[in-house]
């Protein structure tokens, strides 16, 4: 019997993260910086958006490795790993096709696309043959090769903030694929909690720089922050 689940059931949760962040990036900005408290309006303990914001994009960002945050990832698509596997400036460790046997896996697929016949048809036949295949002794790395980008993967992820604003300024654009996008939203609700200052830089170039920069490939849409739903 198949499993089916939508974008919006993959669960993340925050492992742990850097318990003071604010106070552990204003610690490493004192060795570098002028004594922070002779700016203007900075906290006593932390770091202001402001600041942070002047960070990145004065690409004074290294100090932002000081502050990390780990996740774990359930529900994802194979297709969304090929996606955040390219981002290679983070710890990551997945579910094996290798050596774990698929046949326990839901797919993973858009919500308007659930009880389409034909859908649910291919995902019958995939999960039949692949486990027919390994009854007759195929190994199960070569099993998987009929398995479809819709099955699910859960995802260790470790991540500093200076990558995750990378991160997020990339795929928070209205470009990406709704998978990643619904991934994304969860990311920046988490990010809130953990650190509200550092959130508030979190955001494609439509609405951080108040400017797009993909050119003809523009979407002509601007993000909606408030709205907190890039969709
Ligand atoms: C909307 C969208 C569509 C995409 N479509 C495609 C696609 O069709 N095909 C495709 O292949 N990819 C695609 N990508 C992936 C994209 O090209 C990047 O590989 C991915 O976003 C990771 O970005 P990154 O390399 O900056 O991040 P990271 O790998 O985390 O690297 C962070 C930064 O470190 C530096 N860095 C890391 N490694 C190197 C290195 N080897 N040499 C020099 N500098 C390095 C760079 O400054 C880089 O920006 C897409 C991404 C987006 C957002």
Redesign the pocket.
């Known amino acids: 019997m198949i499993k089916v689940q939508t974008y919006e059931d993959m669960e993340v949760k925050v492992k742990w993260a850097t318990p003071n962040p604010g106070e552990e990036i204003r610690e490493a900005l004192t060795n570098t910086m002028a004594d922070l408290t002779t700016l203007k309006g900075e906290p006593v303990k932390k770091v202001s958006t402001k600041l942070l914001h002047f960070l990145v994009t004065a690409e004074h960002d290294s100090v932002l490795e000081h502050a990390v945050i780990s996740f774990m990832i359930q529900g994802a698509s194979r297709s969304w790993l090929a996606q955040i596997t390219?981002?290679?400036?983070?710890s990551m460790t997945s579910s094996s096709q290798h050596y774990q046997d698929y046949g326990d896996y839901p797919f993973v697929i858009h919500k308007n696309l659930v009880n389409k016949e034909q859908i649910q048809k291919a995902f019958n036949d995939s999960l039949l043959r692949y486990t027919i295949l390994i009854q007759q002794g195929v190994p199960k790395e070569e099993a998987r090769q009929i398995l479809t980008n819709a099955m699910a993967v859960n995802f260790k992820w470790t991540i500093n903030a200076r990558?995750l604003y990378?991160f997020m300024r990339?795929?928070m654009?209205f470009?990406?694929v709704i998978e990643m996008r619904i991934f994304c939203d969860k990311v920046f609700l988490l990010v809130q909690k953990w650190w509200p200052e550092y959130a508030k830089i979190l955001g494609p170039p439509c609405y951080i720089d108040g400017k797009c920069n993909q050119g003809f490939m523009t979407c002509g849409r601007k993000y909606d922050k408030e709205k907190n739903i890039s969709r």
């Open positions: 390219r981002q290679r400036m983070t990558s990378h990339l795929r654009c470009r990406n």
